[in-house]
């Protein structure tokens, strides 16, 4: 909004200087060329000279020759007349009397009558010249110019931003109809940028915040129901029971499936929990070499040989110890679960990132589920009838989602079994 409101200060001010400018030398332009010299001017001068003449042939007897000879070399006709025969309204008699010039205006142009109070008679001027009335309608015509020219720039800036707007209601009918994959592409020029941005950031949210939700119901109603199922047959086994040794057996059976119901509501509630809105990351820059030596510690298996391999030097990797360490967690417990025999790690700089790479001798994961097994709940084809709930990966990815932190899925060149890399971004 702020981008929006400089956007129309600026093209406001410079559309009123802009044009203001332009139509004022125009106008200069034009008031040049038109009055070279200026039609008022004449008639002013005309009225001096008329004054001039009008005391001077009232003071000459023979006035005759003089008029002759000035219509010969003049535009400016110059005629005597007796006053009896000048026929003057009653209103405008006194002051013509009195001296004042009298200017009439007729299809051949202005004249101008003078009292000659001496000789009684009137001396007309002819000029040929019109009253610059046309002056004012050039004015009109600059001033509708440049209100012309100031909406025309406001339509032309605007159009854009209506187009956007459109565009945004249109892809927010149809998100609200359930179309839940539109989102608003913006154009090459847009006002409202950010806010198109925002509603796609909302759009994005609230489509995984729905799946999850379909996700989790599936969860419920499959993961759950299984071991409900075999809690309800084992406490009607137990009441039937005599043996106390069969009856511990149905004990144990009974610790195992609630053990597994209590770790299951534990994903779900930590997968819940990795929601951007309700996460404050605690930025560090962290030793990526070291974190994850720590973790390995926690993650040693007598079946599995674990390899870690690190450069001399890396530089730091900014990110949240915390969650880091999740996302290292669940890579390596992934990898030791489908591993045959062997995991290596392997730290590597490339680019502006500090790579993990987690690679293990399994039957690796195919191209074709290399999406989908980043999804919460989803098991590839070789982890079927593996122990798990197919959250390990699910998590690793929802936290490079809001950790801006890269997640790859491939399959590894030296061991043949699944290769997943973490890519973090260096620490300033």
Known sequence: MKRLALSLMLVVLVAIAGLGWSISELASVYSEAETQPNAATQLAAVQRLGESLARTLDEEQESEPLIRSWNRHNPEQLALSDLRAFVLPPSLRPGF????????????????????????????????????????????????????????????????LIRSLINLSRVAQAFGMGQLEQRVSSGRVSYIRPIENEFNHMAERIQQLLEDNKLLSRAVSHDLKTPIARLRFGIEALEEVQ??????????????????????????????????????????SLDLAELVGRALEHQQSDDMTLVLDTPEALPQVRADPQYLGMQVNNLVS?????????????????????????????????????????????????????????????IVARIAQWMDTRLTVGRSKTLGGAKLSLGLKQAP
């Open 97 to 160: 009397l009195a001296g004042e010039p009298l200017v009439l205006e007729s299809e051949e142009g202005i004249s101008l009558h003078y009292h000659l109070p001496l000789t009684q008679r009137v001396l007309s001027i002819s000029t040929g010249l019109q009253f610059p009335e046309q002056q004012s309608g050039i004015n009109q015509l600059f001033t509708v110019m440049f209100y012309a020219g100031v909406v025309l720039i406001l339509l032309v800036w605007v159009s854009p």
């Open 334 to 394: 992934n990898a030791l679960r489908f591993g045959q025999s062997r995991v290596e790690l392997s730290l590597r700089q490339e680019g502006d990132r500090v790579w993990l790479h987690v690679e293990d001798d399994g039957e690796g994961i195919d191209d074709s589920e290399a999406e989908q097994v980043l999804k919460p709940f989803v098991r590839g084809r070789q982890s079927r009838g593996n122990a798990g709930h197919g959250m390990g990966l699910a």
């Open 243 to 284: 043996s106390e040794a069969q009856r511990q057996r149905y004990l144990q059976r009974l610790r195992r499936d609630l053990d597994a119901m209590e770790e299951l509501v534990a994903i779900l509630l930590q997968y819940a929990r990795l929601d951007e809105a309700n996460i404050t990351p605690n930025w560090q």
